[in-house]
């Protein structure tokens, strides 16, 4: 189970919908899901997908360095607008691009984690090895 800290101010479902009107993005409902509960933070024990380790969850808005700073910050890093960055990874940025679930790092390497935020977050273990 993820238990994360240092979580943000919880957000509203409208200040959600907002987000996505101004950044012309599509939230999957079970990446909604998560960040009404967790906005952004940092998991408490170790956390890994795959062997990949799990820094911190990026927080929508609130915080010194949410989500709209990210996508400013990130422009040009990835080849469309619809990429999410949701979660950071060993240096890399993790994001949903349409609903599967990427890791892409500032050399250019991108990894294939996920067929969508729901497979991503069941796939969450403790262990680095233990999938």
């Given at each position: 189970?993820?238990?994360?800290?240092?979580?943000?101010?919880?957000?509203?479902?409208?200040e959600i919908s907002d987000f996505e009107?101004?950044?012309?993005?599509?939230?999957?409902?079970?990446?909604?899901?998560?960040?009404?509960?967790?906005?952004?933070?940092?998991?408490?024990?170790?956390?890994?997908?795959?062997?990949?380790?799990?820094?911190?969850?990026?927080?929508?808005?609130?915080?010194?360095?949410?989500?709209?700073?990210?996508?400013?910050?990130?422009?040009?890093?990835?080849?469309?607008?619809?990429?999410?960055?949701?979660?950071?990874?060993?240096?890399?940025?993790?994001?949903?691009?349409?609903?599967?679930?990427?890791?892409?790092?500032?050399?250019?390497?991108?990894?294939?984690?996920?067929?969508?935020?729901?497979?991503?977050?069941?796939?969450?273990?403790?262990?680095?090895?233990?999938?």
């Open positions: 189970m993820i238990q994360l800290e240092d979580t943000e101010q919880n957000l509203t479902l409208q009107i101004e950044f012309n993005l599509k939230f999957p409902e079970s990446y909604k899901s998560h960040i009404l509960k967790y906005n952004g933070g940092y998991p408490i024990d170790e956390l890994y997908f795959k062997g990949y380790p799990i820094d911190e969850f990026i927080s929508i808005k609130y915080g010194d360095y949410h989500m709209s700073e990210r996508l400013k910050n990130l422009k040009g890093f990835f080849n469309n607008n619809v990429c999410i960055p949701i979660a950071t990874s060993n240096g890399g940025v993790i994001y949903i691009d349409t609903e599967k679930v990427y890791v892409k790092y500032s050399d250019g390497q991108i990894d294939f984690l996920a067929n969508s935020f729901k497979d991503f977050l069941n796939g969450i273990k403790d262990e680095a090895y233990d999938f």
